[in-house]
C-alpha cells in the first residue's frame, strides 16, 4: 500500500511542474559541439579525398555498419594521395549507434561526425548513405578529382601542410544543414523569446490587467488585447 501510494505520489509531483515544449521543427535548438551525428568524408585543400580506403573504420565498428572497397590511385585517375583510395564507401545508419569508434580509427582525419540528426526515412534503403552522399562539398580552391596531386609530389607533403591547411577537416563537425540551422539559430530564438512574452503577457492580462507588462513600443511585441 505504501509504495503503491508513492509511485502516485511521484505521478502528482510531476502533474503541477511546469511544461516543457520543444517548438520543433520551428526553433532547432543547437547541439552540443561535440555530438555525434552523420558522419562526413573530408577533402584535402586542392579537392583530393582524405580516404585511402583503408578500411580499418569497418573493423573498427561495432555494428557492422560500414563497407568500403579499396581501390587503387593511377597517373591517370588519382582521387587521393597515395597508392589507394576508398573505390567504394557505404554507411547504413539503420545499424550505426554514432559511438564514434571509426573516426578514432581513422589515420587519415578522413572521417568525422556533423552535428546533423536529421536522418529518419521512411523504408531502410534510404538509410544506406553513399561515398557522393558522404563526402563534403567542394569549397572554394577545390577540383573535382581525379586529378594529380596539387599540393606537392608525395602524399607526405599533404599530411606535414595539413598542420596549417587541413582542408575540410576544420569545420567539418558542422554540416551545411547545421551551419543553416546556426544562421538561422538567432532569429528564431528572438522569435522565441517574443512569443514567451506575448503569451505571459497576456496570461498576466487576464489575470490581472494592470500589471500587464507595456510591450508597444515595438511592433513585434505589441500585446493583443
Request: a negative charge.
Amino acid at each position: 500500500m505504501f509504495g503503491t501510494a508513492k509511485s502516485f505520489g511521484v505521478t502528482f509531483a510531476h502533474m503541477f511542474k511546469k511544461q516543457v515544449t520543444e517548438k520543433y521543427p520551428e526553433v532547432r535548438k543547437p547541439t552540443a559541439p561535440r555530438y555525434h551525428g552523420r558522419h562526413i568524408l573530408n577533402r584535402h585543400p586542392d579537392g583530393l579525398e582524405k580516404c585511402v580506403g583503408c578500411e580499418l573504420c569497418a573493423w573498427a565498428c561495432p555494428a557492422d555498419a560500414i563497407f568500403v572497397e579499396g581501390g587503387n590511385n593511377t597517373e591517370h585517375a588519382r582521387y587521393s594521395p597515395g597508392e589507394r583510395y576508398a573505390k567504394d564507401y557505404q554507411i547504413n545508419y539503420a545499424r550505426c549507434i554514432f559511438c564514434g569508434l571509426c573516426i578514432e580509427a581513422c589515420p587519415t582525419r578522413s572521417l568525422t561526425m556533423s552535428n546533423e540528426y536529421e536522418l529518419a526515412a521512411d523504408n531502410r534503403k534510404d538509410l544506406i548513405f553513399t561515398k557522393e552522399m558522404l563526402l563534403a562539398p567542394l569549397m572554394e580552391g577545390m577540383e573535382q578529382p581525379p586529378h594529380p596531386m596539387r599540393l606537392g609530389d608525395s602524399e607526405k607533403d599533404y599530411y606535414v601542410k595539413a598542420l596549417d591547411d587541413p582542408g575540410t577537416s576544420v569545420g567539418a563537425e558542422r554540416s551545411q544543414r547545421e551551419q543553416w540551422v546556426a544562421d538561422h539559430t538567432a532569429a528564431d530564438s528572438e522569435a522565441a523569446r517574443l512569443a514567451e512574452l506575448r503569451d505571459e503577457a497576456a496570461v498576466t492580462e487576464d489575470e490581472h490587467p494592470s500589471k500587464a507588462p507595456n510591450l508597444a513600443g515595438d511592433p513585434s511585441k505589441e500585446v493583443k488585447k
